[in-house]
């Protein structure tokens, strides 16, 4: 498999036209340069040095780019790998990164070539794409994956405020103990689904506790915009480090 320097001439043509959406200018390098759609480029970014492919480059932050799906088809369709890993810091795919985009109709495209909608890798504590959707707010992407199918941890379903999965996990033979229970509610209020930080509350989570980036369940549910389970947690006496 071949490695390229982002600075290389072709990594450069090829990262603009994926960006830019020129889909027939990416089909000319493809078509130019065989095995361009497998290739691996190596970039020094915040996460020091790694290697990505293209579909990579496809669903890089910030996402959104024009023509999305049709340049992952094109890409797919060439030989890129759909379930291709970064090689660094982390292990995430090209789902993982159109997860943490919100980047829907990539998703969907992804997982329409083949992507697997469990890999492991996030950099949330190595989870699936779920993971890292959920854990930075990326809402709209976080349902399309349970629509597709995603398997939801407890975290998952609280945060996303699926309330019968939570009841589900407290009431079965073995609960989640007194710290998933907390950690579950924080995400609830993260999420901004009352109902399912009410439940939780109820089965004993701590309405203090310092989640991501020291925040507490009151923290984050202002930083969110929830009102409603702001208001609720002032009213129980609820404490902020802001």
Same mark, same amino acid.
């Given at each position: 498999?071949?490695?390229?320097?982002?600075?290389?001439?072709?990594?450069?043509?090829?990262?603009?036209?994926?960006?830019?959406?020129?889909?027939?200018?990416?089909?000319?390098?493809?078509?130019?340069?065989?095995?361009?759609?497998?290739?691996?480029?190596?970039?020094?970014?915040?996460?020091?040095?790694?290697?990505?492919?293209?579909?990579?480059?496809?669903?890089?932050?910030?996402?959104?780019?024009?023509?999305?799906?049709?340049?992952?088809?094109?890409?797919?369709?060439?030989?890129?790998?759909?379930?291709?890993?970064?090689?660094?810091?982390?292990?995430?795919?090209?789902?993982?990164?159109?997860?943490?985009?919100?980047?829907?109709?990539?998703?969907?495209? %992804?997982?329409?070539? $083949? #992507? +697997? *909608?469990?890999?492991? @890798?996030?950099?949330?504590?190595?989870?699936?794409?779920? &993971?890292? !959707?959920?854990?930075?707010?990326?809402?709209?992407?976080?349902?399309?994956?349970?629509?597709?199918?995603?398997?939801?941890?407890?975290?998952?379903?609280?945060?996303?405020?699926?309330?019968?999965?939570?009841?589900?996990?407290?009431?079965?033979?073995?609960?989640?103990?007194?710290?998933?229970?907390?950690?579950?509610?924080?995400?609830?209020?993260?999420?901004?689904?009352?109902?399912?930080?009410?439940? %939780?509350?109820?089965? $004993? #989570? +701590? *309405?203090?506790?310092? @989640?991501?980036?020291?925040?507490?369940?009151?923290?984050? &549910?202002? !930083?969110?915009?929830?009102?409603?389970?702001?208001?609720?947690?002032?009213?129980?006496?609820?404490?902020?480090?802001?």
């Amino acid at each position: 498999m071949q490695t390229l320097t982002s600075q290389v001439p072709l990594a450069v043509a090829v990262t603009e036209a994926i960006r830019g959406g020129d889909l027939p200018g990416i089909r000319q390098l493809l078509a130019e340069h065989p095995g361009l759609a497998t290739v691996r480029i190596t970039e020094h970014g915040e996460d020091g040095k790694g290697t990505r492919s293209l579909l990579h480059i496809a669903t890089d932050w910030p996402g959104h780019y024009p023509h999305g799906p049709e340049v992952i088809a094109a890409l797919v369709a060439a030989g890129a790998d759909p379930n291709a890993r970064f090689g660094g810091a982390h292990e995430e795919t090209p789902l993982h990164w159109a997860a943490s985009n919100n980047d829907v109709p990539v998703l969907d495209a %992804l997982i329409a070539a $083949g #992507a +697997d *909608i469990e890999a492991p @890798g996030a950099v949330i504590a190595g989870g699936t794409p779920l &993971a890292d !959707a959920r854990a930075f707010g990326q809402w709209r992407a976080a349902y399309r994956l349970v629509e597709h199918g995603a398997r939801t941890t407890f975290q998952d379903a609280a945060t996303l405020g699926l309330l019968d999965r939570v009841r589900a996990c407290v009431e079965a033979g073995e609960p989640p103990a007194p710290d998933e229970i907390t950690s579950a509610f924080w995400g609830a209020c993260h999420g901004g689904h009352l109902s399912t930080a009410q439940y %939780l509350h109820r089965h $004993g #989570a +701590d *309405i203090d506790w310092c @989640g991501y980036d020291d925040r507490t369940p009151l923290d984050i &549910a202002r !930083a969110q915009d929830a009102d409603d389970v702001a208001r609720w947690l002032r009213g129980l006496g609820a404490r902020s480090r802001s």
